[in-house]
């Protein structure tokens, strides 16, 4: 394995210096080749690994991630401590890459637990990026996906998926909003991540009232699917442990994993 831009001492640490970035040609998986680096003690904390592109990239449930070139492919190691240590992590992780994508100007939204969308075509929310968290040997990796320039079509996308897709390249029209090669724009957006986390946003009030104002379908009546399981209920918020609340059928419900959509009855309204 090369790195074709940046490269890490091993033993430095997290503090000592910004986050490093590794930049990748074509790769098998960018959070299997961040697992080798961090292995090797060249990827601490913070630091992150960025692919050209994936031959064989994973999403939720490893479902497969298409990865042509010009999107971020990307794997940031985070630090294995509260609240990353626990089921609050995919909500944070959202929620520090939504405010690091609305400093460069595109108003994402949080959908629970781990995508981001924006409002495009009328309106209508469409997933622009996805998040997958994994740990291996006390190594917790978050393995990012942004439609930075292609976003794959309907026709290709599950039957019950829940949201159409969107590329930030789709919605670069307005005043002043230039979008940046996807290199430059991961740099741009790890140092924006590092910021909030360090300022504020590990501590569970901030991240949970921050996430919560940028929460899909907050007061919407929404349906949640698992394997397990299905409810109906009127979507709350958040709570201090990364769960979804749903009043459902008058009574407040916390559900720590599911698919998210609208009711009929809420898209129709």
């Given at each position: 394995m090369s790195s074709v831009c940046h490269s890490s001492r091993q033993g430095e640490s997290a503090s000592a210096r910004p986050p490093f970035v590794w930049r990748l040609g074509e790769v098998v998986s960018s959070l299997d080749a961040a697992f080798l680096?961090?292995?090797?003690?060249?990827?601490?904390?913070?630091?992150?690994?960025?692919?050209?592109?994936q031959t064989a990239g994973r999403g939720q449930l490893r479902r497969r991630w298409a990865s042509p070139p010009g999107n971020i492919y990307a794997a940031l190691r985070l630090p294995p401590a509260p609240p990353f240590d626990g089921t609050a992590a995919s909500p944070l992780m959202g929620l520090l890459l939504a405010l690091a994508l609305r400093e460069e100007g595109w108003p994402v939204e949080l959908k629970w637990p781990n995508d981001l969308v924006l409002r495009v075509m009328g309106g209508m929310p469409r997933k622009v990026a996805g998040i997958l968290l994994e740990e291996r040997g006390g190594i917790l990796l978050a393995?990012?996906?942004?439609?930075?320039?292609?976003a794959p079509p309907a026709t290709a996308l599950r039957k019950e998926s829940a949201l159409e897709a969107a590329s930030l390249a789709q919605t670069a029209s307005a005043p002043g909003l230039t979008l940046p090669p996807a290199e430059l724009l991961w740099e741009r957006l790890v140092k924006h991540m590092h910021s909030s986390y360090t300022n504020g946003l590990s501590q569970p009030g901030q991240w949970k009232t921050h996430a919560e104002q940028l929460l899909l379908w907050r007061g919407r009546e929404v349906e949640l699917h698992d394997e397990r399981q299905s409810a109906h209920g009127r979507l709350v918020g958040l709570s201090t442990t990364g769960g979804l609340c749903l009043r459902v059928n008058g009574k407040l419900e916390e559900f720590l994993s599911g698919s998210l959509r609208l009711t009929e009855a809420s898209v129709k309204g």
């Open positions: 680096l961090a292995l090797r003690g060249r990827l601490i904390v913070w630091d992150s690994l960025l692919a050209a592109s393995g990012i996906g942004v439609n930075v320039n292609n």
